[in-house]
């Protein structure tokens, strides 16, 4: 099993819809949980942490289950410009690692 | 601009050749990572500094990648002999040590041809 685990999309949504992704976890230790979002070409770009009571930035919001280990995204009111890949990413600090593992990211596509 | 930066942008190398990537962080972040991507994948991780130390390699690091932080300033990151399998994106991010957001710099896009 993957350490982290996203379906791949494409995700094809009219402009306005409501749009949520999933993103599951193998290490139960894990202890911070990130969204980013990355377009064609670009580098990755935060768009939000994801805290145990959950988060909303917006139109945004994250939910962390940790019993089920996976975090979730939520996209309300989709725009054109959320076209983008979305990449979750999990933070393991212990044992003095930092580094983040990501998913393969989910492909948004938000239709006139 | 106070974001990541990196450079080149892209380099296109023969097989065989060397390259050398440089990344420039945040300039009050003490951590700096490298991280790899190929068309399809997310970043993978390829190793971090805190200031000059070098505290974490990843097995994807052969011996033909090293990195360096002299000054635990900028970064750099060379390739030896390279291969056509080390095209990819590569990736800088830096961080603040208390804190686990890694800010990602435009990336460096090598082509081995």
């Known amino acids: 099993r993957k350490e982290v685990e996203q379906d791949p999309g494409p995700f094809n949504v009219p402009e306005g819809a409501t749009v949520a992704f999933n993103c599951t976890y193998s290490n139960s230790a894990s202890q911070s949980f990130f969204w980013y979002r990355q377009d064609c070409r670009k580098e990755p770009k935060l768009l939000m942490s994801v805290y145990s009571s959950g988060n909303e930035d917006g139109r945004f919001t994250a939910q962390l289950n940790r019993a089920s280990q996976y975090i979730s995204l939520l996209i309300r009111d989709s725009k054109l410009s959320d076209s983008a890949t979305y990449l979750c990413a999990v933070l393991n600090s212990g044992a003095g690692s930092y580094q983040l593992t990501f998913g393969k990211g989910t492909k948004l596509s938000v239709i006139p | 601009d106070t974001g990541v930066s990196q450079d080149p942008r892209h380099k296109i190398t023969k097989r065989g050749q060397n390259v050398t990537f440089r990344c420039d962080p945040i300039?009050?972040?003490?951590?700096l990572y490298w991280y790899r991507q190929t068309l399809g994948q997310g970043p993978e991780f390829l190793t971090y500094f805190q200031n000059e130390a070098q505290l974490e390699k990843s097995r994807l690091l052969s011996d033909r990648f090293s990195a360096e932080r002299p000054k635990g300033s900028f970064s750099t990151l060379e390739i030896q002999r390279t291969e056509q399998g080390d095209s990819a994106m590569y990736l800088c991010a830096s961080s603040l040590a208390n804190l686990g957001t890694q800010y990602f710099g435009p990336g460096t896009r090598l082509l081995v041809l």
């Open positions: 300039s009050e972040h003490n951590r």
